[in-house]
């Protein structure tokens, strides 16, 4: 394709001088099972939906009266808050309960779930927010029917090997919630071959350290990864970018940088943000 002539001259300069080894390379290391990444769309709640509406109208108009440094920091604020109500609409506002009916990812995860405890597989879910994390490990307790285990920041250094140690365990806990943050490096966790990231992290790279907690050496069953993005929303606009980044990552070994989302002007970023109701399924 046109794209990839684009890059040639640039991969035939750096070629002689990098070894690239990717643990699906067979000749890097044979014994690894398969892994196959995909993507689970997700509607939107009624609740969902017409408050990720409001929360767009709101951001419309503060940007008319915002410029500089305190527009940046206003739209970072406000890209925080639409990942919030994919995620689920109490985290935005506080409510507590976090009801599944509120939520359809949480809906698309006990479904999931109960696939996964049919099978008496293991899964790991990694969220970038800590306080999604007792919220998760409560709806997959009443999946599993019994309590799994959680990780986050504010778990103790010496606590988290034991967490680790009493998952790998046959008749270890179902399921492990982590922080993208504290969870997505440095821990084997091969006993799950489930992997979900419950919302998206900019970086593909993040992503693919976290899913390496399962697909790693060690690993005796084929690794499935579950990417939740809720549909007709930023985080499926920011799905393709990071499809597009990644793409170009491939061709020429490194990661291309993306206009940054805070320079963007008001009419390209309410593009970005817009609710797209022809797409998005808000079915109660």
Same mark, same amino acid.
């Given at each position: 394709?046109?794209?990839?002539?684009?890059?040639?001259?640039?991969?035939?300069?750096?070629?002689?001088?990098?070894?690239?080894?990717?643990?699906?390379?067979?000749?890097?290391?044979?014994?690894?099972?398969?892994?196959?990444?995909?993507?689970?769309?997700?509607?939107?709640?009624?609740?969902?939906?017409?408050?990720?509406?409001?929360?767009?109208?709101?951001?419309?108009?503060?940007?008319?009266?915002?410029?500089?440094?305190?527009?940046?920091?206003?739209?970072?604020?406000?890209?925080?808050?639409?990942?919030?109500?994919?995620?689920?609409?109490?985290?935005?506002?506080?409510?507590?309960?976090?009801?599944?009916?509120?939520?359809?990812?949480?809906?698309?995860?006990?479904?999931?779930?109960?696939?996964?405890?049919?099978?008496?597989?293991?899964?790991?879910?990694?969220?970038?927010?800590?306080?999604?994390?007792?919220?998760?490990?409560?709806?997959?307790?009443?999946?599993?029917?019994?309590?799994?285990?959680?990780?986050?920041?504010?778990?103790?250094?010496?606590?988290?090997?034991?967490?680790?140690?009493?998952?790998?365990?046959?008749?270890?806990?179902?399921?492990?919630?982590?922080?993208?943050? &504290? %969870? #997505?490096?440095?821990?084997? *966790? !091969?006993?799950? /071959?489930?992997?979900?990231?419950? @919302?998206?992290?900019?970086?593909?790279?993040?992503?693919?350290?976290?899913?390496?907690?399962?697909?790693?050496?060690?690993?005796?069953?084929?690794?499935?990864?579950?990417?939740?993005?809720?549909?007709?929303?930023?985080?499926?606009?920011?799905?393709?970018?990071?499809?597009?980044?990644?793409?170009?990552?491939?061709?020429?070994? &490194? %990661? #291309?940088?993306?206009?940054? *989302? !805070?320079?963007? /002007?008001?009419?390209?970023?309410? @593009?970005?943000?817009?609710?797209?109701?022809?797409?998005?399924?808000?079915?109660?």
């Amino acid at each position: 394709t046109a794209n990839r002539e684009h890059y040639a001259p640039l991969r035939r300069l750096v070629g002689p001088y990098i070894l690239r080894r990717l643990k699906t390379d067979k000749l890097i290391i044979s014994d690894l099972p398969d892994k196959t990444e995909m993507k689970v769309f997700c509607g939107l709640s009624p609740e969902q939906a017409k408050l990720y509406q409001h929360t767009v109208k709101t951001l419309k108009q503060e940007l008319t009266a915002t410029t500089g440094i305190q527009r940046k920091g206003l739209v970072l604020s406000y890209l925080m808050r639409f990942k919030q109500i994919c995620n689920h609409p109490d985290q935005l506002t506080g409510g507590g309960e976090y009801a599944a009916k509120h939520s359809a990812k949480f809906q698309r995860l006990a479904e999931l779930g109960s696939q996964i405890e049919s099978r008496g597989e293991k899964v790991l879910i990694f969220t970038q927010f800590r306080e999604m994390t007792e919220p998760l490990a409560d709806c997959l307790a009443a999946i599993f029917g019994r309590s799994g285990l959680v990780l986050h920041g504010g778990t103790p250094i010496k606590q988290r090997q034991q967490m680790v140690e009493h998952f790998q365990r046959e008749d270890g806990p179902p399921f492990f919630i982590l922080s993208l943050k &504290a %969870g #997505g490096t440095g821990l084997n *966790l !091969t006993a799950a /071959n489930h992997v979900v990231h419950f @919302d998206r992290w900019w970086n593909p790279a993040i992503e693919n350290q976290a899913t390496d907690r399962a697909f790693r050496i060690g690993q005796q069953r084929n690794v499935l990864v579950h990417k939740f993005i809720t549909r007709g929303t930023l985080e499926e606009k920011i799905d393709r970018m990071i499809a597009d980044k990644q793409s170009t990552a491939d061709q020429i070994l &490194a %990661g #291309g940088a993306e206009k940054s *989302l !805070t320079e963007l /002007n008001n009419d390209e970023l309410l @593009d970005l943000i817009r609710l797209d109701l022809s797409h998005a399924d808000t079915t109660p």
